[in-house]
């Protein structure tokens, strides 16, 4: 009698952990922008290209030396700002070797900036109305919430969207475009009406409770 039960907990058991599973591998999922620097290496190598290559190979070795910090590179957002603080460094360097007269390692690290450019460019950024249609639908939710949205508000509410399971997240994307669009939106709201509540939930605006 007892086996019935405890089997089909067995099977509960099992089809969460697949679930979890599967919901882990995608979430962990590397950025394009990741598997396009491998694929680039790999091309560098046979064009003989040393500039791209010692910048590739830098930025993967950085992205290596995260994960075993338990800090992994998972979105374009983080990409970007090693690729930027590479190439703050690559500036920095260029500058002390102008002051030492040696124009030849400043036209190299010129080289690797202009890389890292390229890179950078590339990044997916997200529009801005794909921007202000996130704070609307953030808006949206406050309201089903119960809760009148306010400028001042704004910092509270937005850590919504840039959490993980937000529409934002791991998006690259202006800050302060976003508080900003925030807070005009919310200036633009009709007077507020505790009563009016839409049955609908943040998930189904791109975001997470």
């Known amino acids: 009698m007892l086996l019935r039960p405890i089997s089909r907990r067995l099977q509960c058991c099992r089809r969460a ?19 396009r620097f491998r694929n680039d290496m790999k091309g560098a190598l046979k064009a003989k290209d040393r500039t791209r290559l010692n910048v590739l190979r830098a930025i993967l070795t950085e992205i290596t030396v995260l ?13 970007h ?7 703050n460094t690559c500036k920095a360097a260029a500058e002390e070797f102008q002051k030492a007269d040696r124009e030849d390692l400043v036209s ?20 801005t109305d794909e ?3 996130a704070i609307q639908n953030l808006i949206r939710w406050m ?16 850590r919504y969207l840039f959490q993980e399971g937000g529409a934002l997240h791991g998006k690259m ?35 997470r409770e």
């Open 67 to 79: 994960e075993k910090r338990s800090q992994p590179v998972q979105t374009e957002a983080q990409l």
């Open 131 to 133: 921007t202000v249609l």
């Open 173 to 207: 994307v202006d800050k302060s475009l976003v508080s900003r669009t925030f807070e005009r939106l919310v200036n633009e709201l009709p007077p507020w009406d505790p009563s009016m509540r839409a049955k609908s939930s943040y998930e189904q605006h791109g975001g």
């Open 81 to 87: 700002k090693l690729l930027e603080k590479r190439q």
């Open 108 to 127: 190299k690290e010129n080289e690797q900036i202009d890389v890292l450019q390229e890179y950078m460019d590339d990044s997916p950024t997200l529009s």
């Open 17 to 35: 952990f697949a679930t979890t599973a599967a919901y882990r591998e995608v979430e962990t999922e590397a950025p394009p922008l990741l598997a």
């Open 143 to 158: 309201q089903t919430k119960g809760s009148n949205p306010s400028p001042k508000s704004d910092k509270k509410a937005l």
